[in-house]
């Protein structure tokens, strides 16, 4: 019998390519929404597949017993609900405290009334990993063994990108916390024998690019990531030229690939309380805009759009870290797109909403 998955999160940029691959494979999904107008969009979204798929509403992922009901019977859950934004106005109350409740909520849960669930998978992020007063420290390879070592307070105190590392870095800590009983309660996770009556996997992606799966609108709320690639299609980077980034370089990963990591982590007996880190490789702006050019998929009016800046001077080099993801291919089989077929297939996909907005 297929196993009953709980998502949270599946309405999202990342979650929706969760949800699909889920049901592409055959297995029974549960998404958690905040509303009935959301529970309408998801139901619509996966018509295909709607025999199984069910909704669940949540209003308040961060209240006591928010995930009681929603764990009753399946086999494992998916936490990918988190905010991500930077136009916050009170860090602690809208990135700090929801990442962090929000993970431990349905850890609760599950532990009081998710008598099978067997594994729970958290998103994380590389935000939770990335010690950002290094800067680029060159020679420098990040792996599963790094933290962020933001303060608390800092992330409350400081700017929306502080809040926002913050709060991936202090909402991985109590999913550990909870499972090592370390969390104030020593029997929080634990069942006969002291035992934990589930394991957890969390995965750290850095920056996600990739075409989207779900229904883009109007164009006007895509988030951080698809942003990102439509100021290359609108032309908004031509003014100044190549815009920096949050950094020169950074590692990326496509957000098939991050999904497929989800679903293999279900079944990998090895990813059991495992941390891996997802990348594929790293890149900069002005690398994206090197492969946008050099593609013949991308249309010669969005290529007119895009700067063309110090081509072949945006290649990652010595002079920044780099990363191992060699774990996440060994434990899960992942092997990753490369950044020329993630951003060109996520402008293609831009194009064409664009076109359907027109219509």
Known sequence: MSKHILVTGGTGYVGTHVVTQLLEQGYHVRVAV??????????????????????????????????DTAVKGVQAVMHL?????????????????????????ILESVQAYGDDVERV?????????????????PGYLYSEKDWNPIPYEMARDGDAGAGYFGSKKFAEKAAWAFVNGEDGDKTAASGEGGQPKFNITVLCPPVIYGPAAHDLGDLSSLGI???????????????????????????????????????????????????????????SYQLICDVLHASDSVPAEVKANIPVGEPGKGVPGPHAF???ASKSEKLLGIK??????????TVLNLVEARKAVKQ
């Open 34 to 67: 905040r509303s009935q107008s959301s529970a309408k969009k998801v139901t619509e979204s996966h018509a295909i597949h709607k025999d199984n798929l069910t909704t669940v509403i949540v209003p308040d992922i961060t209240a006591k017993g928010a995930f």
């Open 81 to 105: 609900a988190s905010p991500y934004s930077y136009a916050v106005k009170n860090n602690e109350k809208e990135l700090l405290i929801p990442a962090i409740r929000g993970t431990q909520s």
């Open 336 to 345: 990753y797109r490369r950044l020329q077929e993630s951003v060109v297939d």
């Open 225 to 283: 990531s698809l942003g990102d690639i439509q100021r290359f299609v609108t032309g908004e980077l031509l003014a100044d030229g190549v815009a920096p980034g949050p950094m020169p370089y950074c590692p990326f990963v496509d957000v098939r690939d991050v999904a497929t990591a989800h679903v293999r982590s279900l079944e990998a007996p090895a990813a059991a309380n495992q941390r891996i880190f997802l990348a594929s490789e790293m890149f």
């Open 121 to 137: 998978v958290i998103t994380s992020s590389f935000a939770a990993m990335f010690d950002g007063s290094k800067g680029l420290n």
């Open 322 to 324: 780099s990363f191992d």
